[in-house]
């Protein structure tokens, strides 16, 4: 199939759905793939016919370290200009990849009830990180991991950059090339792949990235009719949530693949809801970090983000972002 080639609808023949379809845009990896129908099948119910439409990106099309391939979007951008050449109308993306900056012409439209956040371990034998023996070769790309890694083991791993879709990673595990990999509970629960966990990492300790387990839909903030459908799914929580972490990043002026993660927590108080948002800015190296926490109301997400990212500049977060060797 070649690029944008329309592929079935999502649900043939759902009875009592008419009108044009929803051309759903998605990455080709079978993550992507289970996100996008997921989507779909969401409009589906609440009566839009949609179609998934397949666009391969830069970073599925360039194996080299994402790093390396440099610039933001490497996964997002080719789904962003199939949305401006109207050549798919919605944009199935996980969050964590999409850059902060806003696109003219594109919103992020919807948000829905994020999964599980944390980072997790795969590890032979049932390993948990405490237990890997000095040496144990632990495989990531992510600077952001690399980096908390190091500060939670000191320096006695072998950190081993890979990169791949979540079954080659895993792979690398069973085949014994790595005793361990670090992958997003999300990535796994969403593949059915959740019973290879063998450690979940606790959130304030092993930052997530921004937008970890979330989804980010968007389409063309002219198209009313897709707006307001998306509308449908956006869930004001994980909004809120996602909201405050991307306003960390896009304040001390980082990328996704900075060495920092923010993680945001809703909760219900007798005063109305709150939430509170965890930082971290580390070296790569592991030789000094940055860690910060906060909490407001749910209402001022993106000022309690704002306020949190000034906060870490003044500790010097941007120089520890600068002095990383990836
Ligand atoms: N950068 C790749 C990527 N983008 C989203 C996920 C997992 C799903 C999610 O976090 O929403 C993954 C794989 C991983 O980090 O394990």
Redesign the pocket.
Known sequence: MTPGTPTTPVTPMTPGISGTAFRVGTRRSA?ALT?ARQVAAALERAGHRCELVEVTTE?DRNRAP?ASIGGQGV?TGALREALLRKEIDVAVH????LPTQNVDGIVLAAVPP??D?R?ALVARDGLRLADLPAGARVGTG?PRRLAQLRLLREYDLELVEIRG??DT?IRKVRDGELDAV???????T?LGRQDEITDTFDPTAFV??P?????GIECRNSDEDVVRALAGLDESRTRAAVTAERAVLAGIGAG?SAPMGAFAETTGGVEGDDLSLHAVVAAVDGSASVRLSTSGPLGDAEEIGRQLAAALLAEGASRLIEERVT
């Open positions: 993550l996100q970073g994402l996964f996980s969050l964590k990849d994020r999964e956040p980072d992510s879709n979540v990673r670090v992958l997003a509970r999300a990535g796994l969403r997530p990235a937008g970890q387990g979330a989804l996704c």
